[in-house]
Every structure is written in C-alpha cells, then in structure tokens.
C-alpha cells in the first residue's frame, strides 16, 4: 500500500539554519521544497531510489518521466554525467542558470535509476538561486526536484503555491520569495551528433543558437511527448517483456509483485508486501537485473492500476511495446 498518512509540513526561511534543517531532512531520505530562479523544486535524495520514489508519489506523476538532478556546481557534474566540448561550452556560459542538460549518464553514477527514467543519459542542473545553491552545498549530493506541485497542476513559484498543492506530502518548504524567472528551465539534449531543445524555458533558443549553432527543434506529436525518455523504445530492455504473467516458460523470468512463493534466479520480487512505494523504487534496477540473465523473455505479473501502480503499468507498457 502507498503512503496516505499526512505530514506535518513545516515552513523555515533561507537562513542558515533553515537551510540546514533542509539540508539534514534531504540526507534523511525527506521531500524538501525549495526555491530556484525558475519555480519551487520539490527536492529529494538523487542517489536514493527510496527518495525518488516517494517524489512521483508526492506529485501523483501520472508516469515515471525523468527528473532533473540538481547540483551545486558543474563540478559536481562531471561525477555523474560525461561532458564533451560542446557541453562545458553551455555549461561554463550558461551555469549556474535556467539550463538543464541531458548527457549520457556514467556506468558508475550513483543517481538513481528511478530519476533517469531507466534510461541512459541524465538530465541535471546548477541553479543560480543563492538558496538552492546554498542548500545543495550542505546535502552535498544530488537532489532530483521537479516542479514542487501536485502532475498537471500550475507551477509554483511562492512558497504558498507549494503549500497550496503539498501540504501533508513534503516535510518541509524553503521560503525563499517569489522566483525570478517564474518558468521552467531550458532543456537541452547533448546526447546524440546534433542539439536538441526538449523544452523551452528560461534560457532561449537564441542563446544557444549563438554558443552551438542550428539547435534541432522536435515537431510536437501527442504519442511523441517532447521530453527525455518518452518513447517506447528508449524503455525497451534487450529481452522482450510480456504483461500480467501467471505462469512463466522455460526461457522466461519473472518480475513479480506482492505475495508471491516464487523464488530463485530467475524470480525478483518488486514489494512481496505489496507496497507501491518500494515497487516503484526496485523498478528500474529489477529490469535490468532480469534483462542481464540473457532470458529471452521477461514476464511480469499484474501490479494494481492505481496510484504509484498507474506509472509502473506505464513504463511496463512502453517496455512492451512492439519495437521499431
């Protein structure tokens, strides 16, 4: 079952020490808002799949997009993501700022699985809000943090809009004022031969244009949602993955979830409680292990359509649909 106990949320100004109460609930494991130029970010633990886990659980995230890794400095960076010219070209001009870059993630990069959407680049950004900085600065690791508001919702950019959608879902709000820039951030794809501008945001097109050259510009098409991670193939594992298993063959392994007797190398268990929470945090990580045992097939059992539920289902889906 998922979390629907409220939390008491408490609200602390930017000074030290409500930074550091922040920075202290963060290494816990605990959902902080707080605010960056662009809008409030509701910020976990980058690294912890728990953490993660409970960012889609808060915002009731409808599937498990990618969320950008926030860093203290581009620095920091260089342990997570692998930078090429052009990318420190952006970086060294445009950070810290309204700028996130999605790079190919490295094999020993401890973010979570979860944030990245199971893919293989990272999106990750240097905000320019002196708390977020500050505050980044005393958690001392990434902290995935998308728009701290309920999926679907306007984005904050005062700390009552937080409060407004997430009371009773996030430990603590940073209050830091009005945001700046009052959009999301610019989100640049640096991971394949060409630039590509995933979203508009707080840094244009100009001023890419300008340090790279021709930036490619996605047509918008609803079955291909112009952000990392969206389309079916780049879910896919090498194995073929067949849904709402019973049963499995004899070059099948199963993923499944709940009480199950099942046991053994080719059995993972998402939750054996049943716990949506912990499912969305094994995900990612699950499917690959399966997918390294060279099986041909993956079969998954049925997982509950409801909260958390829904975005398993969804990225199950994607990871089953036929391939191109």
Not at 264 to 290: I, Q, T
């Amino acid at each position: 079952m998922e979390s629907t106990d409220p939390i008491k949320t408490q609200i602390v100004d930017d000074g030290p020490a409500g930074i550091a109460r922040a920075a202290a609930l963060l290494r816990e494991g605990r959902l902080v808002a707080f605010p960056t130029e662009t809008v409030y970010g509701l910020g976990g633990d980058a690294t912890s799949d728990r953490a993660v886990a409970a960012i889609f659980e808060a915002k009731r995230r409808p599937s498990f997009n990618p969320l950008i890794s926030h860093l203290a400095d581009a620095e920091q960076a260089e342990d997570l993501v692998l930078f090429d010219d052009r990318a420190r070209r952006v970086a060294e001009t445009l950070w810290p700022g309204p700028l996130t870059l999605v790079l190919p993630r490295r094999a020993d990069s401890p973010v979570s699985l979860l944030a990245s959407a199971g893919l293989d680049s990272l999106a990750i950004r240097v905000p320019a809000h002196p708390a977020a900085r500050r505050l980044l600065a005393a958690v001392g690791r990434p902290v995935a943090a998308p728009s701290a508001n309920v999926s679907g919702a306007v984005s904050p950019t005062t700390p009552q809009h937080v409060l407004d959608g997430l009371s009773g879902r996030v430990s603590l709000v940073v209050a830091g004022g009005r945001c700046a820039v009052g959009l999301e951030s610019t989100v640049l794809d640096l991971t394949g031969e060409q630039p590509v501008l995933l979203r508009p945001g707080g840094v244009t097109i100009e001023e890419l244009t300008a340090l790279l050259g021709p930036i490619a510009v996605p047509e918008k098409d609803p079955d291909r949602p112009a952000s990392p991670g969206q389309l079916a193939s780049h879910y896919a594992p090498r194995a073929q993955v067949r849904l709402n298993a019973g049963a499995i063959g004899p070059d099948e392994v199963l993923l499944t979830f709940g009480p199950d007797l099942r046991s053994g190398p080719k059995v993972m268990n998402l939750s054996d409680k049943g716990d949506l929470a912990e499912a969305a945090a094994n995900l990612f990580a699950m499917l690959r292990a399966l997918d390294r045992t060279g099986a041909g097939t993956i079969a998954v059992a049925p997982i509950p359509e409801t909260g958390l539920g829904a975005a398993i289902n969804d990225r199950l889906r994607r990871a089953a649909a036929p391939r191109p």
